[in-house]
């Protein structure tokens, strides 16, 4: 069984930065992808950015060149860096580990909120 706990959301002015973490508890290992999703008001829940287990990242086009994602294996942590966050940044963050191998399963943390004001 994992568990995630999201921290470091909050309000923040348009321009602004936030890093976003997301400790895990239990056993990670194997093939899997790590990732942040984000759902605003009204909008269904979207990818943010993933990390593999080997290290691969991907993001939304819309983050591309503003946000890093990156992990640090010996805290069991998983981070987001938000750089020049824009009004249409404002969502819940949510941390996602999928295990794929050797066993699969899917969980989520209970969500950070992220507010940017112009």
């Known amino acids: 069984q994992v568990q995630l706990v999201e921290s470091g959301g909050g309000p923040v002015q348009s321009g602004g930065s936030l890093r976003l973490s997301c400790a895990a508890s239990?056993?990670?290992?194997?093939?899997?992808?790590m990732g942040w999703y984000r759902q605003a008001p009204g909008k269904q829940r979207g990818l943010v950015a993933t990390?593999?287990?080997?290290?691969?990242?991907n993001y939304v086009d819309s983050v591309k060149g503003r946000f890093t994602i990156s992990r640090d294996n010996a805290k069991n942590t998983m981070y987001l860096q938000m750089n020049n966050l824009k009004p249409e940044d404002t969502a819940v963050y949510y941390c996602?580990?999928?295990?794929?191998?050797?066993?699969?399963?899917?969980?989520w943390g209970q969500g950070t909120q992220v507010t940017v004001s112009s």
């Open positions: 996602n580990v999928l295990l794929l191998i050797p066993v699969r399963n899917n969980y």
């Open positions: 990390i593999t287990s080997g290290g691969s990242t």
């Open positions: 239990g056993s990670i290992s194997g093939l899997y992808v």
